[in-house]
């Protein structure tokens, strides 16, 4: 037929599939999307189906609305009556028509997550649980897990009853599925699971659907949880035996586990839809023979898998350029570097290259090296560092103890971590401090002429004694500890830690993320008080204003986040053992896998050319970490690479900045000297240079701006740079890196 002449025999051979289950091993850029919706068409085309008796299934709304307009582009049908969508919405619609059978009514609401966090708070306060051991957010994640693997709450009760907190969760999940009945009310995970609940006790329900559904699509199928992998299976095995279950996905790609998607769905395919046909999408039109040989070549290394191998027609293509730097600050500056080189060399636009990580915390030096360099860019999938709102409720304690007539940041933080402090305080304390003409902090000193109610005056008092003690601390201690001991006096840390879920870990991340920024901040910098450093972050910030209405930036995001996009370069960082992958020696062998597989994923998301980092020594939780490069980085077959000399590219540049042959991007835009040793300050002056280490000797009398004098105790070299450890006479031992301490000799 004309309507598959522009395929390729294998995807022909896919689209054209006549009766009976098929698992369709898409690779990645192979073409998916077009197999599936010529699929759809060819089903319509040739009468197999009528547009109300296909069911296809996605995982986003963004993936139904392209396959939608895809088929409208090929078949001269109505689409409207096509069954397309997530299984969201897909179990929606059964819902509406049929909920009523398993005693709900079909006006049914569907709660949010805010609306879900409000059932809960209201179940622990009825409870009577203690809320700082109980977590709004834990509470629900653990919810929506139990859910997915279809555990009711006497299940969960039962399995834990031994353990006292868990058991507890179990009560409030118990609870909060009776409020939600109550009001007649579904979650997100409801509706997949209540769907399918109907669809198991409701025969006639069940045979209905089974016959209006001659034919089921199932996208990236690798990716289905417990629940969805029923749906498919109770809907696709007819009485009649006809099972024309048509699934495509990759399980190369399979990189969800974390959330609940289980890989052995695809893997057991051909068990479960017994006489299932295998068709391999191999093709690749995305990448160079280069790069897809290396994402062969790591892949190869995994066992839960069914087995490809990715070709193009695309022969040769650029090696991949592996770089090794001494730190993450040298990553960035090499990674901006080489966007300038690919920009200049390529024609390329900003757009057209993209900067992966692996977890969000990442992207803060990765952040500063583009700012720093004028490159514009863009974050997707998350926040930019700065404006995250743990590092904005961090940053606004320190403005506060630094400057206490900064309203704004009082408003954010008064009740942050919840204080019991409600509205009808804060008006009293807004109306007092507008009568007198002082500002807010200063007004909750006045406490007698508040008037406030007795609890919500202890809750005041309490902070600003807090905030008193800090702002005495702030004088006397180094910089990085300073900003830790805001982090856990203030309550943020605890609050953080009590969100045991995936986004709570990462905000602890982001959390440590600023300190090591603190802690950098306090080595490069002879001037790096409290005031130094708040004017040094508010200096990235206002010059990240980048206009998000602008297109051509840079894009920085997560491999999760990456997956299902393509750019000409792309730039993968921070290949280190513990870093990517992010587990270590004693994690499962499941989770290596799934770790490998994310690596894949990232490797071909590049067109043409392929950049990776790793950094000897990364700056962790406020103090530097050695690292070992990336067992992966050994699993890229050699001839795929060339591995940089770990003093070629990054440190040239740096004897060029030394030389004054060169100056990089926007830096002149800094009121700082510049981010690198040896480097300009605004008029281009050529900036102090900073104490050779070779000079410093075991024994040593050294004085350091914040710490005062001390005695250098040790040398430690390990090869690419040094470390002083220091006996400070007020402050104690420290180990500080001579490459950018900002001590003297004396």
Same mark, same amino acid.
């Given at each position: ?46 009468? *197999? ?76 306060? %009825? ?54 009945? @109550? ?63 048509? &699934? ?31 068709? /391999?999408? =191999? ?6 023979? &280069? ?13 839960? !898998? ?37 920009? !200049? ?38 926040? *930019? ?48 401090? =507008?009568?007198?003409?002082? #500002? ?24 600003? #004694? ?22 856990? &006096?203030?309550?943020? /840390? ?14 602890? =991340?982001? &959390? %440590? ?71 270590? @020696? ?20 590049? *067109? ?77 002056? *050529? ?9 410093? @000797? ?6 350091? /701006? ?41």
């Amino acid at each position: 037929m004309d309507l598959l002449d522009k395929l390729n025999e294998k995807q022909r051979e896919a689209a054209s599939h006549d009766k009976g289950p098929i698992l369709v091993i898409a690779g990645a850029g192979t073409g998916k999307t077009r197999v599936l919706t010529h699929r759809i068409a060819y089903l319509v085309e040739t009468k *197999k189906a009528r547009p109300w008796e296909i069911l296809a299934i996605t995982f986003t709304n963004k993936a139904a609305n392209e396959m939608k307009e895809r088929i409208g582009q090929l078949i001269d049908y109505s689409i409207d009556r096509m069954w397309i969508g997530t299984f969201h919405s897909v179990c929606v619609r059964i819902l509406r028509r049929n909920i009523d059978r398993i005693g709900y009514d079909r006006n049914f609401v569907i709660y949010d997550t805010n609306d879900q966090k409000a059932i809960i708070r209201d179940c622990i306060k %009825e409870l009577d649980l203690d809320t700082k051991k109980y977590n709004v957010n834990s509470i629900r994640a653990i919810i929506s897990s139990e859910k997915n693997v279809r555990n009711n709450p006497d299940k969960y009760i039962a399995e834990h009853y031994t353990d006292f907190i868990k058991r507890n969760v179990g009560e409030a999940y118990a609870l909060y599925e009776k409020k939600l009945k @109550q009001a007649n009310a579904l979650d997100f995970d409801d509706l997949l699971v209540k769907a399918l609940k109907l669809l198991e006790t409701e025969v006639d329900i069940r045979e209905s659907y089974q016959e209006q559904f001659k034919y089921i699509l199932v996208d990236e199928y690798q990716d289905t949880n417990l629940v969805q992998y029923c749906i498919v299976k109770i809907l696709g095995q007819k009485p009649n035996g006809e099972n024309n279950v048509f &699934v495509v996905g990759d399980e190369d790609q399979s990189i969800y586990g974390w959330r609940g998607a289980d890989i052995k769905n695809i893997l057991n395919f051909e068990h479960d839809f017994k006489g299932a046909k295998v068709v /391999k999408l =191999e093709k690749n039109y995305r990448s160079t023979n &280069v790069i897809l040989n290396a994402a062969n070549g790591v892949i190869g290394n995994n066992c839960q !898998r069914k087995g490809k191998n990715l070709y193009t027609d695309f022969e040769g293509g650029n090696l991949i350029r592996i770089m090794e730097t001494d730190n993450e600050k040298d990553e960035a500056f090499t990674v901006a570097a080489l966007i300038r080189k690919e920009r !200049r060399e390529n024609n390329l636009d900003y757009s057209d290259m993209a900067i992966l990580y692996r977890t969000n915390a990442q992207s803060r030096a990765l952040e500063e090296g583009l700012i720093r360099e004028g490159i514009p860019y863009k974050i997707v999938g998350g926040l *930019k560092f700065y404006e995250r709102k743990e590092i904005k409720d961090i940053m606004a304690y320190l403005t506060l103890i630094y400057n206490q007539k900064d309203v704004v940041s009082f408003d954010r933080i008064i009740n942050v971590p919840r204080r019991k402090i409600g509205q009808k305080t804060m008006d009293i304390i807004t109306d007092y401090s =507008e009568a007198e003409s002082i #500002s807010k902090f200063e007004a909750c000193f006045d406490s007698e002429q508040l008037n406030l109610p007795k609890a919500a005056a202890a809750s005041i008092e309490s902070f600003i #004694s807090m905030m008193e003690m800090l702002m005495i601390k702030k004088d006397v201690m180094p910089l990085s500890e300073f900003i830790q001991e805001v982090y856990e &006096v203030t309550g943020l /840390k605890a609050m953080l830690l009590e969100e045991d879920t995936d986004d709570g870990r990462s905000r602890i =991340e982001n &959390v %440590e993320e600023f300190l090591s920024a603190a802690k950098d901040f306090e080595e490069r910098y002879e001037e790096n008080s409290l005031e130094d450093f708040l004017a040094h972050v508010s200096l990235l910030a206002d010059v990240d204003k980048t206009d998000e209405t602008k297109k051509d930036n840079v894009i920085l995001m997560t491999v999760h986040s990456a997956k299902g996009l393509e750019f000409d370069t792309v730039f993968i960082t921070g290949l280190e053992e513990g870093m990517f992958p992010i587990i270590d @020696q004693n994690d499962l062998n499941d989770d290596l896998e799934e770790e490998r597989r994310l690596f894949y994923v990232a490797i071909t998301r590049a *067109k043409r050319m392929l950049y990776i980092t790793h950094a000897n020594d990364r700056m962790r939780f406020g103090s530097h970490e050695m690292k070992v490069k990336s067992r992966f980085l050994k699993e890229i077959p050699y001839e795929c690479i060339e591995e940089s000399d770990p003093a070629s590219f990054a440190a040239k540049k740096i004897e060029r900045i030394d030389s004054g042959e060169y100056t990089s991007g926007k830096s002149n835009t800094f009121t700082k000297n510049n981010y690198f040793k040896g480097g300009f300050d605004l008029e281009g002056k *050529k900036s102090k240079p900073r104490l050779k280490a070779d000079s410093i @000797q075991p024994g040593d009398r050294i004085m350091h /701006k914040a710490w005062g004098t001390g005695t250098v105790v040790q040398i430690k070299d390990d090869g690419d740079s040094k470390v002083a450890v220091i006996a400070f006479e007020n402050k104690g031992i420290k180990n500080l890196n001579l490459d950018y301490a900002p001590i003297e000799k004396i």
